[in-house]
């Protein structure tokens, strides 16, 4: 068998359907960064070129785009494989728990850190299908212990919630020392 024919069989078994579709996506956003480099870098008259603010930013921004290019021609030149718009959806899909993390960390000021990372501890393993009592409590408790080790032992600042403000004195600081 040629080389080529070697060659072929490698990349066919290697290639996933989306790649088009995330060539097409890092040459648009590196070519985007490229068009903004004058905006948000400088140049300094007197300094080497090695040196200058923009140069190593336009140098990778430009690799970026050219290798961008390269992928988006190989993607093109190959032959189309089932399930292109599937594995996409599966991209998205993973956006899913970014969403989670900045819906947890927006709710951390207004809950405090040891009910919302309980809460989100729990929501996770069940939405992960987890729906057994014992692994949601091992859930719970895994959190109790991330918290209290965060708060006690490393001594981590977090924001204390706005919900400690309506607790009694004494319990009121203890929450806010320790949980």
């Known amino acids: 068998m040629s080389r080529v024919k070697t060659l072929q069989r490698l990349f066919k078994r290697y290639r996933r359907p989306g790649d088009i579709v995330f060539a097409w996506f890092a040459?648009?956003?590196?070519?985007?960064?490229?068009?903004?480099?004058?905006?948000?870098t400088a140049w300094r008259n007197g300094n080497a070129l090695f040196a200058q603010p923009r140069f190593w930013p336009a140098v990778s921004l430009g690799g970026m785009a050219a290798f961008s290019a390269?992928?988006?021609?190989?993607?093109?030149?190959?032959?189309?494989?089932?399930?292109r718009w599937r594995e996409v959806l599966l991209w998205v899909c993973a956006l899913e728990?970014?969403?989670?993390?900045?819906?947890?960390?927006?709710?951390?000021?207004?809950?405090?850190?040891?009910?919302?990372?309980?809460?989100?501890?729990?929501?996770?393993?069940?939405?992960?299908?987890?729906?057994r009592p014992?692994?949601?409590?091992?859930?719970?408790?895994?959190?109790?212990?991330?918290?209290?080790?965060?708060?006690?032992?490393?001594?981590?600042?977090?924001?204390?919630?706005?919900?400690?403000?309506?607790?009694?004195?004494?319990?009121?600081q203890i929450m806010l020392t320790y949980f």
């Open 27 to 40: 040459l648009l956003v590196s070519v985007f960064l490229l068009s903004q480099i004058m905006n948000q």
């Open 70 to 83: 390269l992928h988006l021609l190989g993607s093109m030149w190959s032959e189309r494989i089932q399930g």
């Open 134 to 172: 014992r692994t949601l409590i091992a859930a719970a408790l895994s959190a109790v212990v991330i918290v209290v080790l965060f708060k006690t032992l490393l001594q981590v600042n977090l924001p204390s919630g706005l919900i400690y403000q309506s607790l009694p004195d004494g319990m009121r």
């Open 97 to 131: 728990y970014a969403v989670w993390f900045i819906a947890y960390a927006g709710a951390v000021p207004y809950a405090g850190y040891l009910l919302t990372t309980l809460v989100f501890a729990v929501a996770l393993t069940f939405r992960a299908g987890y729906r």
